[in-house]
């Protein structure tokens, strides 16, 4: 018999109840894996983006277009090493529901700028470049529709009209397909050229959506940020440089604030969890009372029941904490299959697996720690009633 | 057979404040038990014996005077060296018996074998010996709520025994069980205390367990009012 022993006794002397708090705390931890996962992926994504690139957009919002021609004046900006330009096209395929992450890029431009997040064959990226009805596919999007290159696909826009036929269908052969070089990159997305676009689409001619730029250095943001804000200050479209990580959290505003709601979520569940396996434990070494002051005049130090009544609340905790973890993980890997392209890169990973069991263990602390205490105060001849 | 003083209390006081209210339960009290001796403490409810209990086992501490333990003053002992004397020092045999309910019988025998540094082997093979003893080997694995009252009792005795202490303080051990059953501990109780030389000190309100006793102190409003031997 050992100390651990006793522990293990005492934690499932009432079954029943030691497995409804497990059930609660596994509960609370599934919820936690998976939005943790979920705010995880969005986050990552966001910190995945390069130091010294910046996005420059039109300062009223980034869904109002830029001039084509601010593009070669920002190209001439000192600090500037490259410059790429992108338009939302509202893409889908077959039915509005589908929707595509869908882009007119200048090929050339863009696979430079991320080059180091996109792996694209060399015969894939000639023809990307050099035909002009054909797109690029992520590899999520190419997987999720079979698509390969050669094949030719009708993707539509719920903004745009193609002028060739009044319909809102471009009809676009695909040229290759991109592959993530980052665990976290995105490839939920389709390119195609801004040529194309910009000579087919009814309105919005010699226009950009936003543009995306390296600097020389990202000491270098700064300076060259106020200088491309500075030159378009009081023009019809005035811009806002930012970096891509402050664009990408802009951008993920837009959802609605999801670390928020995920911490208000989380929180409210570890609340719960507290007052619960708190109250309980408290219940339950508050029954023994008589059995540990028994243990004290056996001769057990204080400090040696304190730490088993803390222990049996951590290990309450881990039992079950590390099922919830687990089972999160499971449908985190399923939801990454059905909506991978809603929410890359998504996956329990070990920052949230971390996190979590800090978690258990405070939870641990944090409901064990007054009964501990009052088994540690505990005053023998009080407990056995022998005044 | 009974040899050199093991506890010796001298002028010990115990108060209580309860509110605005002293309760004094002993005013100088003084007490000497040899090495071997086998005490029947009796008196009225509220005469002090169960604090001198308390005090005699270091679960409680006087508010005044000396106590000493071979030789040894155990009142001035912190709360940690208190515990440590107490575990290789004295054996405790409660009216309730009060063992782990979710413990067997060797396990709850077991118990104060964790505060040694016997290994598993040497701690097993002492348990047995202990619940041979109290005559409830074949009963090492079955749980309290298992055993009758005897049974649990002669537990509890082979516990208080396990690591050999030279005191054994017991309050009422027989208040819960019928006449013959109270009559079987009280047998192995004068039996531990004449072939194995060990010091009981028994608080009871039962005469006829007292009978068993080597002398009777008798407590009344904190003083000893009448000792009376016995054997």
Same mark, same amino acid.
């Given at each position: 018999m050992s100390d651990l022993y006793l522990l293990w006794r005492n934690l499932f002397r009432r079954k029943l109840r030691t497995f409804l708090m497990m059930l609660a705390i596994f509960v609370a931890f599934v919820i936690y894996g998976v939005l943790g996962s979920i705010h995880y992926a969005f986050q990552h994504g966001v910190d995945q983006a390069a130091d010294n690139r910046l996005v420059v957009t039109?300062? @009223?919002?980034? @869904?109002q277009p830029l001039p084509f021609a601010y593009v070669s004046k920002v190209a001439a900006v000192k600090g500037v090493k490259t410059v790429t330009y992108s338009s939302w096209f509202g893409g889908y395929y077959q039915d509005a529901r589908n929707q595509i992450g869908t882009f007119a890029v200048d090929p050339e431009s863009y696979m430079e700028v991320f080059r180091d997040t996109l792996r694209i064959d060399p015969a894939a990226r000639d023809t990307f470049i050099h035909d002009r009805t054909t797109m690029l596919v992520g590899e999520a999007i190419a997987t999720k529709y079979g698509w390969k290159p050669g094949d030719r696909i009708p993707i539509n826009s719920n903004i745009f009209t193609n002028k060739a036929d009044g319909s809102h269908t471009w009809e676009l052969t695909v040229a290759g397909i991109a592959y993530p070089k980052t665990d976290s990159a995105n490839t939920s997305f389709i390119l195609f050229q801004h040529e194309n676009f910009n000579e087919s689409k009814t309105f919005g001619k010699d226009t950009v959506g936003w543009m995306t730029l390296e600097t020389d250095s990202a000491d270098l943001n700064d300076k060259v940020a106020t200088a491309i804000d500075d030159m378009f200050a009081n023009s019809t479209a005035e811009t806002n440089t930012q970096s891509e990580k402050a664009f990408g959290k802009a951008f993920l505003a837009q959802l609605g604030n999801i670390a928020l709601i995920i911490t208000l979520v989380v929180g409210a569940a570890f609340a719960t969890i507290l007052m619960i396996v708190g109250n309980t434990m408290v219940m339950a070494v508050r029954e023994r009372t008589k059995e540990i002051a028994v243990l004290k005049t056996l001769g057990f130090p204080s400090w040696r029941i304190w730490r088993q009544v803390l222990g049996e609340s951590l290990l309450l905790s881990l039992l079950g904490g590390v099922p919830g973890l687990v089972l999160a993980g499971l449908l985190v890997t399923v939801l990454a299959k059905s909506a991978s392209s809603a929410i890359p890169g998504l996956a329990l990973t070990m920052p949230v697996m971390g996190l979590g069991l800090g978690f258990m263990v405070l939870l641990g602390l944090i409901t064990g720690f007054l009964p501990a205490w009052t088994a540690l105060r505990l005053n023998i001849v009080t407990a056995l009633g022998r005044l | 057979m009974t040899g050199q003083t093991l506890i010796h209390l001298q002028d010990v006081s115990k108060r209580f404040v309860k509110g605005k209210d002293t309760i004094t339960i002993f005013d100088h009290l003084g007490l000497t038990i040899p090495a071997g001796d086998f005490v029947a403490v009796m008196g009225p409810s509220g005469s002090g014996k169960t604090t001198l209990l308390n005090l005699l086992g270091g679960i409680d501490q006087p508010t005044e005077g000396a106590i000493t333990f071979d030789g040894a003053r155990v009142d001035t002992l912190t709360e940690g060296q208190l515990a440590r004397w107490r575990a290789h020092n004295v054996g405790f045999i409660f009216q309730f018996y009060n063992l782990m309910p979710t413990l067997s019988a060797a396990r709850n025998v077991e118990l104060p074998l964790l505060l040694t540094a016997f290994g598993r082997s040497e701690r097993k093979r002492r348990v047995e010996a202990a619940l041979s003893l109290v005559g409830l080997a074949e009963r090492a694995n079955h749980y309290p709520r298992e055993m009758s009252g005897g049974q649990q009792q002669r537990v509890a005795i082979a516990r208080a025994l396990i690591s050999d202490p030279k005191l054994l303080l017991c309050d009422e051990p027989t208040g819960d069980l019928d006449r013959s059953t109270a009559d079987e501990i009280l047998a192995m109780l004068q039996l531990l205390n004449r072939e194995m030389g060990k010091t009981i000190v028994m608080v009871t309100h039962d005469p006829e367990a007292a009978k068993y006793a080597r002398r009777t102190l008798h407590l009344d409003k904190g003083r000893f009012t009448e000792r009376e031997m016995v054997a």
């Open positions: 039109n300062k @009223i919002t980034f @869904i | -």
